[in-house]
């Protein structure tokens, strides 16, 4: 005979009868009790929040390592900045001196001229001794790249010569001819230091 038996069962109905109870999770099928434990169920673990605040602390320190290495970087672009300009100022005046010290041979010979001029009897050794220290200047001009504008007797050249005057003439060829040098001019390395103040001739017509 077939074995007919059924899991007995209470009269109440009870699910228990079964091996197996439902819980309605609902939130609004909660009371007030079971929803304080289902929320503090639902909150982050404690150690998820130690690692943000770690995590917290290191961005922290980091922007903190950030700004205070920027300031680090602009104070010393200043200083490099300042310390720069006073080694340009200081490259600048002895670059002058150096400048002046050719000079200064031309200062004793003109000297020398004058005391023996005071001293001479005779025009020509004046002229003589203001001519040496003339050649004297222009071979110092020289050694600093300094060459004096050929004036007289050139063509007028508006590159190196300033026309401040104009002279008529008769002769075709002294047409603008450069006749007379009123202020020298002078080149340094193949560039115009200062043009020539220079008269030229124009032809009559």
């Avoid at 007919?4 to 007030?32: C, I, M, Q, Y």
């Avoid at 998820?48 to 922290?60: H, N, Y």
């Avoid at 720069?84 to 031309?106: N, S």
């Avoid at 203001?130 to 004297?136: G, R």
Wanted: proline share 4%; charged share 30%.
């Amino acid at each position: 005979m077939a074995n007919d038996e059924k899991t007995p069962r209470n009269d109440e109905g009870d699910s228990e009868s079964v091996g197996f109870k439902v819980f309605d999770r609902r939130h609004w099928a909660l009371d007030e009790d079971q929803l304080d434990n289902e929320q503090a169920h639902e909150s982050k673990p404690s150690y998820i929040e130690q690692l943000e605040a770690q995590v917290a602390q290191k961005d922290a320190q980091l922007r903190e390592y950030i700004a205070a290495y920027k300031k680090e970087v602009v104070e010393g672009l200043e200083e490099t900045k300042r310390r720069l300009t006073r080694d340009a100022e200081q490259q600048l005046k002895r670059a002058r001196a150096e400048m002046a010290l050719p000079m200064l041979e031309v200062f004793e010979a003109l000297e020398r001229s004058v005391f023996a001029a005071q001293s001479a009897k005779a025009i020509d050794a004046v002229v003589e001794g203001v001519q040496m220290v003339k050649q004297l200047m222009q071979q110092k001009l020289g050694e600093i790249g300094l060459a004096r504008v050929e004036t007289v007797g050139q063509p007028f050249d508006p590159n190196v010569h300033e026309a401040v005057a104009l002279a008529p003439v008769s002769d075709a060829s002294q047409n603008n001819v450069v006749l007379a040098e009123l202020s020298p001019g002078f080149v340094h390395e193949g560039r115009v230091f200062r043009p020539a103040k220079v008269q030229v001739g124009k032809l009559q017509a």
